[in-house]
């Protein structure tokens, strides 16, 4: 068969091409949900996670307790890990406040060597020397042994760790629970898909000897956050249930699990009267109810010392872990991407006692086949056979459809992902939009030739009227920004010609990245000051508060910067940035052969004579009242005056703008600051510069302070007839 010749007689039957086109789209996606490319599953996890606040319940389970190696626990008790005497007290305590059980989110894998007996041992072999300690009651020269005791009448489960790689485990292994299986003739062993661990990190044999143990895994998703976690996996040839679940057994008593498996394998598992989906692999997803802190915190300090009230432990199932950043033991989560690990084992405890499960569907991959088959039909009808008119409704109504059935599927417990269905609507939508655009164009280049035959091509191609009126002149509120480079034209007198330029290149390039990447407008470079402006040709929303970032940006690039010119150029450079919001004229002007698209106007002036402001006041941006109001909440703001300026017939109010959380000096110094401004505006000049004092002396990095010092110390000296608390700019 010609297949060039097939290809030929399909594109001269346009609605033949169409369907075939919206086939090949439909193809398409189903082959990209077979393949599940890495980028498309971290969508899908992106989706589900926003999902996910659809399972919060109004309060979360009490039950579930961590209890919390915190720092203040480390204060009192000396830094980690503890000596185990301490981690029996802990139990101890745990266990007569009436806690139903305990899960040790903890490794004790090595003997204690802050035991008396290890040291004994551990003196005698590296040092030669004997100790003798004197009056030791014998339960404690081995603190293991007082913990395994201690262990063994608690209702507790040790905490372990698998490891997927490596070499194999040989060693003794602990007692796994009783496995019950349910299921048909025709179901594989429930064992059939479970992760196989290559080894673990266990605890100590006469610990697992007395209590049962319980992996504290978690299963990290490709773009790193954990979502699920493996309640059952295997090792060796027993298969050993995970921390939370092993709590779980043993706040209810039994050692027994039941397993429940049908024709695709494990689908469930029960302990008591509580029944938990699991997928086959044995994974639960874990619906988070937040971040940090969703579940009770105990100090583990409190408990040791008897402060822990027991009505907040009693019947409840307490995971003993650690919140200390130092310990890094942090998971990423939904909801939170620094949660204590210890606190994933807790939202897995009660999503099985409140039964507040999500659980994907055996079902659906044949369900996300037939979404994208429907889809794809629909979208072929709707782009590639009606009029524009139904593109916008019909998009809204596949892609809404797909959306709120994937929403009420979750609300009830299932996570159909929209994602596939989405992108049918999308990838069949802009193939048969294209194809229909290529087949539109090829009859406009039929008409534009046979049109060329009566017009010249020029008046053919002649820019659109709507291209002309963005460049038209007009009058517009701008933000408009200048930076200039501090003292460069003696930094400069040190370099060749050849080296300003590269300096001034290298310093640029970021810099002009800054404000385009910001939706600005480069209008011009003056030497080493640069200009621009936003909010022209096109509208830009919120432009103050992106001059403002743009501003703060550049500084911030300049400090990274400035290590590279200092090793090319033997130099630092500073820069001074000024910001005004105000009405401007913008548009095309030069000759009639050479134009330039810039603004001109009285504010804009005023933008650049705050800029010179920044090295007289200290600050390394200084913007104009009229950018701080444009800006909201969006920064911290610092006043530095109030200034009658040359051409201005109202005073001009000037800040100081900063990062939040990057004001740390001011936020100390205000309610100082504040009361020496007031005496300073009310003309009590003399008060106001022992205040401005004070603060230059205590922070003689700050030029702000030093200045308002100088200058109330000129006006006590030389009071004003009238004084308004307005300060005459007088220069740049």
């Known amino acids: ?358 659980q994907s569907p055996s079902w659906g991959p044949g369900a996300q086949a037939l979404i994208i088959a429907f889809v794809t039909c629909a979208s072929t009808l709707a782009f590639g056979f009606a009029g524009p008119r139904v593109y916008v409704p019909s998009s809204l109504a596949l892609m809404g459809a797909t959306v709120v059935a994937s929403r009420q599927l979750f609300m009830g417990g299932l996570f159909l992902s929209p994602l596939y269905g989405l992108l049918t609507t999308l990838l069949c939508g802009g193939l048969l939009l294209s194809v229909r655009f290529w087949q539109e164009e090829k009859q406009k280049i039929v008409l534009r030739r046979a049109f060329s035959r009566y017009v010249s091509p020029e008046v053919v191609k002649r820019i659109s009227k709507r291209q002309g009126d963005l460049l038209a002149g007009e009058n517009r509120e701008l933000s408009i920004l200048f930076t200039d480079i501090r003292g460069f034209t003696s930094l400069s007198e040190s370099l060749s010609p050849q080296d300003v330029v590269q300096l001034l290149n290298r310093y640029f390039t970021p810099m002009t990245a800054i404000v385009r990447s910001r939706q600005g407008t480069l209008d011009k470079f003056i030497g080493d000051a640069l200009m621009a402006f936003w909010n022209a040709p096109l509208d830009v929303p919120g432009h103050p508060a992106l001059a403002v970032d743009a501003a703060l940006s550049m500084q911030e690039q300049l400090e990274a910067l400035n290590g590279e010119i200092e090793a090319s150029f033997g130099i630092r450079l500073a820069m001074g940035a000024g910001i005004h919001t105000g009405q401007a004229y913008v548009g095309n002007m030069g000759s009639d052969d050479l134009i330039n698209y810039t603004l001109i106007g009285d504010n804009v002036n005023l933008a650049s004579r705050l800029e010179g402001l920044c090295k007289r006041y200290g600050a390394p941006v200084v913007v104009s009242g009229d950018t701080r109001e444009g800006c909201g909440d969006a920064f911290a703001f610092v006043h530095l005056d109030v200034l009658r300026v040359k051409g201005k017939t109202k005073p001009v109010s000037i800040y100081w703008p900063m990062r939040p959380g990057t004001d740390a000096i001011f936020q100390v110094a205000m309610p100082q600051w504040s009361a020496a401004r007031a005496l300073y505006e009310k003309g009590d000049f003399a008060k106001a510069a022992a205040g401005f004092a004070a603060l230059a002396k205590r922070y003689p990095a700050v030029r702000l302070f030093g200045l308002y010092h100088e200058r109330s110390l000129m006006l006590a000296q030389n009071p004003p007839v009238q004084w308004d608390g307005i300060w005459t700019m007088e220069g740049k």
């Open 1 to 358: 068969m010609n297949i060039a010749g097939a290809l030929k007689r399909l594109l001269r039957q346009p609605w033949l091409f169409t369907a075939f086109v919206g086939l090949c789209g439909g193809l398409a996606m189903l082959a990209l949900y077979v393949l599940q490319p890495v980028a498309l599953q971290r969508l899908d996890l992106r989706i589900y996670d926003a999902l996910l606040p659809l399972r919060r319940q109004s309060e979360p389970s009490p039950v579930p307790l961590v209890i919390d190696i915190d720092e203040e626990s480390l204060a009192r008790y000396g830094q980690w890990p503890w000596p185990r005497y301490l981690v029996a007290d802990l139990v101890d305590r745990l266990a007569q406040n009436g806690a139903a059980s305990i899960g040790l989110d903890i490794m004790f894998a090595e003997p204690d060597r802050t035991s008396p007996a290890s040291m004994r041992e551990g003196l005698y072999r590296d040092r030669g020397v004997t100790l003798e300690i004197v009056g030791l009651p014998s339960f404690l020269t081995d603190f293991d042994t007082l913990l395994a005791a201690s262990v063994r009448a608690a209702p507790l489960v040790l905490g372990a760790f698998a490891r997927y790689a490596g070499e194999p485990y040989s060693g003794p292994l602990p007692q796994p629970p009783a496995m019950i299986a349910r299921g048909g003739k025709d179901a594989p062993p429930f064992d059939a898909y479970l992760q196989s661990a290559a080894g673990a990190v266990l605890p100590l044999p006469e610990l697992f000897a007395e209590a049962p143990v319980g992996f504290v895994n978690v299963s990290p998703d490709a773009d790193g956050l954990v979502r699920q976690v493996p309640l059952l996996l295997r090792l060796g040839d027993a298969v050993y249930p995970s921390l939370a679940l092993q709590a779980l057994m043993r706040a209810l008593g039994t050692d027994a699990l039941r397993l429940y498996t049908g024709p695709d394998g494990l689908f469930s598992v029960a302990a008591g009267e509580f029944k938990i989906p699991v997928s086959r692999e044995g994974y639960m997803l874990v619906p988070f109810q937040g971040g940090r802190h969703t579940y009770r915190y105990i100090s583990a300090a409190k408990v040791l010392d008897g402060s822990a009230k027991r009505a907040d432990i009693d019947g409840c199932i307490a995971f003993v872990g650690t919140s200390a950043p130092g310990l890094a033991d942090i998971r990423a989560t939904p909801f939170d991407r620094v949660m204590p690990g210890v606190e994933v084992h807790a939202a897995a405890m009660d999503a099985m006692i409140s039964g507040n499960f999500v």
